[in-house]
């Protein structure tokens, strides 16, 4: 019996796997993140700004995370282009995608803190949720372009999923 999808449904599956790598790579990033958070803003470490402590923990995670991202989550993605960026371009890219994100999460931070009275650590965790979603569907799209390049499995091998990635290119 040969095994067939449909471009939708194999997209929607490497949708998910790709997510849940993104996820996993972050996990890395969260432990970064906390860990220079709290080396930087804790009382009995440097006891810096807030602020400024989460933009230099965020920065640093988010480097962490290109890392990963780049030689496992987007790896095909990379490979598919048939050509190869240079690692400092989809970095900038990723960077300044992230950006954006690390805006959001002072401001979630913040205000988590300062109005809502939570503690810091707790408001870091959700603040970090909930820009991650931001982050994965912008960097998928502009720093890996993965909408224009997701893999197409077919009972007939590379070689027709290589001839398929490049119609979807031309489209």
């Not at 095909?76 to 989809?90: C, F, L, M, Q, Y």
């Not at 994100?101 to 970090?128: C, E, F, K, R, T």
């Not at 197409?152 to 398929?164: C, E, I, L, M, Y």
Request: net charge positive; charged share 15%.
């Amino acid at each position: 019996m040969k095994a067939t999808r449909t471009f939708n449904d194999w997209s929607h599956g490497d949708l998910v796997k790709r997510y849940a790598k993104f996820c996993l790579v972050g996990g890395s990033g969260v432990l970064v993140d906390m860990g220079v958070i709290y080396l930087l803003a804790s009382p009995s470490m440097f006891h810096w700004n807030i602020s400024l402590s989460k933009v230099l923990a965020a920065e640093a995670a988010v480097f962490n995370n290109f890392v990963w991202n780049d030689l496992w989550t987007f790896r095909e993605t990379r490979a598919a282009k048939g050509r190869s960026d240079h690692w400092i371009v989809r970095l900038i890219k990723f960077n300044l995608i992230c950006v954006a994100g690390i805006g959001l999460s002072v401001l979630l931070l913040n205000v988590q803190v300062h109005w809502l009275g939570m503690n810091l650590y707790v408001a870091n965790l959700i603040a970090i949720a909930l820009v991650s979603v931001w982050n994965f569907f912008l960097n998928m799209r502009f720093a890996w372009s993965s909408s224009k390049y997701l893999r197409v499995r077919t009972a007939g091998g590379a070689s027709q999923a290589h001839d398929k990635l490049a119609r979807i290119d031309r489209q």
